[in-house]
């Protein structure tokens, strides 16, 4: 049997007390939602850790070291964006590997994040769609020069 991962790390930086204080507590409401066993759209998506000294230079760390979900990690981060900064983005990549080498089992993608979407990239969706159109090429014309 195989391990599968997920691994991703990104920060949110620069910010201010009142977005940390927002942040530190719906985090908290996450972490009480894993704790009574009900999960919302964030629980058990990412692990996150507040770091640096200054107030200006505060940061919020989100990151995966095993299992994490892409995905609902960036409509976390995407209440956020909307609340305090209409006008910036955010960018997830992410891995994924696993403890064998099995085919299909290996890759990675990105999260584009703004208030208004999330737009999300798969590496193994991406080579499929190639594969499907090469296919499609072979089939119409009978060959490949």
């Known amino acids: 049997m195989?391990?599968?991962?997920?691994?991703?790390a990104e920060s949110l930086?620069?910010?201010?007390?009142?977005e940390e204080i927002w942040l530190a507590e719906?985090?908290?409401?996450?972490?009480?939602?894993?704790?009574?066993?009900?999960?919302?759209?964030?629980?058990?998506?990412?692990?996150?850790?507040?770091?640096?000294?200054q107030p200006e230079s505060r940061c919020l760390k989100l990151y995966a070291m095993e299992a994490g979900d892409p995905d609902a990690t960036a409509r976390f981060v995407q209440k956020f964006l909307q609340r305090f900064r209409p006008q910036a983005s955010f960018g997830l990549s992410?891995?994924?590997?696993?403890?064998?080498?099995r085919d299909g089992e290996f890759g990675g993608g990105a999260v584009f994040v703004t208030v208004e979407r999330n737009e999300a990239f798969s590496?193994?969706?991406?080579?499929?769609?190639?594969?499907?159109?090469?296919q499609d090429r072979v089939d119409s014309v009978g060959s490949i020069d």
């Open 2 to 8: 195989a391990d599968n991962y997920l691994l991703f």
């Open 13 to 18: 930086t620069e910010l201010t007390f009142e």
């Open 26 to 53: 719906r985090l908290a409401a996450i972490d009480d939602l894993e704790a009574q066993d009900n999960k919302d759209d964030s629980s058990g998506a990412f692990e996150f850790e507040f770091y640096g000294e």
């Open 94 to 101: 992410w891995c994924s590997s696993s403890s064998k080498a």
């Open 123 to 134: 590496s193994g969706e991406w080579l499929a769609d190639r594969q499907r159109a090469f």
